[in-house]
C-alpha cells in the first residue's frame, strides 16, 4: 500500500510544497514514479548515458518491455508546468498482478520529463534490481531513494522475499543508500564488468515481507518523505532549466 502523508506518492503523484526560488510564494513541485513505456526511452537512454560508464542502449530497454515477463521497469517523472498527469490505473489483485499490463501511451508533448528511472525482474523469492539512476543534476535529493522504494514496493506486492543487486565495489554512493535500505553485501563477482574488469558486490536484504523489515521500512520512508520536502526546498536543486 502506498505510503501516504500530506501529500500522494509512491506510485500516484509525489506533490512536494516549495517555496518559489524567486517569489516565496508555494508552488508544487510533482514528482510521480510510473510504469516505463516506449516513449520514454530515449530520455531513459540518456540518463544511462549521464549515469553509467556501460550503458544499456535504448534497444535493450525495448526489448524488456516487450520480452520480458519478469521484468518491471518504473520512471520518476517530473511533471511540467500545465501538463496533466495520467493517473494509473487501479492496481489488480493478487494473482491478476502477475499479468502483463497493457502499456499505457501519453502523446509525447504531454509526457512530463523523466528525471530517473530502475528496474528489477521477478524471479519467484527474489527480487533482482537490474537498474537505478537520477540524471546526474538532480541527485543529492531523495530522488534516487525513491526510485529504490517504488521497486522494493513492487517486490514485496509481488511476494518476493529478498532483493538482490550487484554494484561496483567503487560505488560507494550506491552501496550507501542500499545498506540504508538493509541490504548487506554476500559475495563479489570478479571482474563483473567489462570496461574496467571492476567487480561487483553482490547484495542481498533481509526477508522483505517480515513484519521488522516492513516496519523499519515505513520508517525509512517517512523520513524520506521529509528530506524530500526539505532538500528540494531548502535548494531548489532541481534545475528548471534543465528541461523546461
Ligand atoms: C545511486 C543514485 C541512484 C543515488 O541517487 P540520489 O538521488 O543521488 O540519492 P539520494 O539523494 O536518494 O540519496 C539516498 C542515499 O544514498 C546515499 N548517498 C547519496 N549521495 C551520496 C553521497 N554523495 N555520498 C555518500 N552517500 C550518498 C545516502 O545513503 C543517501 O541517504 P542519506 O541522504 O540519508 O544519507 C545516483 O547517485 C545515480 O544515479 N548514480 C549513477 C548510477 C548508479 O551508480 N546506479 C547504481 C548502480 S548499482
Not at 75 to 95: A, I, Q, S, W
Not at 176 to 188: E, S, T
Request: some cysteine; hydrophobic content about 40%; glycine content about 4%.
Amino acid at each position: 500500500m502506498p505510503l501516504r502523508m500530506a501529500a500522494v506518492w509512491f506510485g500516484a503523484t509525489t506533490m512536494t510544497r516549495v517555496p518559489s526560488a524567486d517569489t516565496g510564494d508555494p508552488r508544487v513541485i510533482p514528482f510521480h514514479l510510473d510504469r516505463m513505456n516506449m516513449n520514454d526511452l530515449e530520455e531513459v537512454a540518456e540518463i544511462e548515458r549521464d549515469a553509467y560508464s556501460l550503458p544499456w542502449p535504448s534497444s535493450a530497454y525495448r526489448r524488456e518491455l516487450r520480452e520480458n515477463k519478469m521484468a518491471y521497469y518504473l520512471v520518476l517523472r517530473r511533471r511540467l508546468p500545465g501538463v496533466k498527469v495520467e493517473e494509473p490505473p487501479p492496481r489488480r489483485p493478487f494473482p491478476f498482478s502477475l499479468l502483463p499490463q497493457p502499456p499505457r501511451s501519453t502523446p509525447a508533448a504531454h509526457r512530463p520529463a523523466v528525471v530517473g528511472h530502475g528496474g528489477l525482474w521477478i524471479m519467484l523469492d527474489e527480487a533482482h534490481i537490474t537498474t537505478i539512476a537520477v540524471r546526474s543534476a538532480y541527485r543529492g535529493q531523495g530522488l534516487g531513494e525513491l526510485v529504490l522504494c517504488g521497486l522494493i514496493d513492487h517486490a514485496q506486492e509481488m511476494h518476493s522475499k529478498w532483493v538482490t543487486l550487484e554494484v561496483r565495489v567503487s560505488n560507494q554512493v550506491a552501496q550507501q543508500l542500499y545498506r540504508k535500505y538493509g541490504f548487506r553485501q554476500a559475495g563479489i563477482r570478479p571482474r563483473y564488468y567489462s570496461d574496467n574488469r571492476e567487480d561487483a558486490y553482490v547484495m542481498w536484504t533481509e526477508d522483505i515481507q517480515t513484519a521488522e523489515y516492513k516496519k523499519k521500512y515505513a520508517e525509512l520512508k517517512r523520513a524520506l518523505q521529509a528530506k524530500i520536502a526539505e532538500r528540494v526546498s531548502s535548494s531548489i536543486i532541481v534545475p528548471t532549466t534543465a528541461l523546461e
